[in-house]
């Protein structure tokens, strides 16, 4: 199984931009998708949450700024990204639980850059 990320990239403060993750290979079901995001000199930390079940949770940090949103059918998940600070520069990893022969694993994508600028 691999995950793919894609989007990022440089925007000034207030922008938006948004990020997707793709997962592909061997999969029966994903329980979970999420982002999280690594600043310089920082723990990582979730961002936003997806269920199976449509549930989603947000980090207190992005509430009411991200949406995040999946698309089963494609195995992908979306980060939208309004309303940007400096703060939410990081780099932002997409991560799956993913259920293969009844086998449960974790998943991380290769990480994707966003930088905002003040």
């Known amino acids: 199984v691999q995950l793919q990320a894609f989007g990022g990239g440089l925007v000034q403060s207030g922008g938006s931009l948004r990020v997707s993750c793709t997962a592909s290979g061997s999969i029966d079901k994903i329980n979970v998708m999420s982002w999280y995001r690594q600043a310089p000199g920082k723990l990582r930390e979730p961002v936003a949450i997806s269920t199976s079940s449509g549930t989603t949770h947000y980090a207190d940090s992005v509430k009411g700024r991200f949406i995040i949103s999946r698309d089963n059918a494609e195995n992908t998940v979306l980060l939208q990204m309004n309303s940007l600070k400096p703060e939410d520069t990081a780099v932002y990893y997409c991560?799956?639980?993913?259920?293969?022969?009844?086998?449960?694993?974790?998943?991380w994508g290769q990480g994707t850059l966003v930088t905002v600028s003040s």
């Open positions: 991560y799956a639980e993913i259920l293969f022969r009844q086998r449960r694993d974790d998943y």
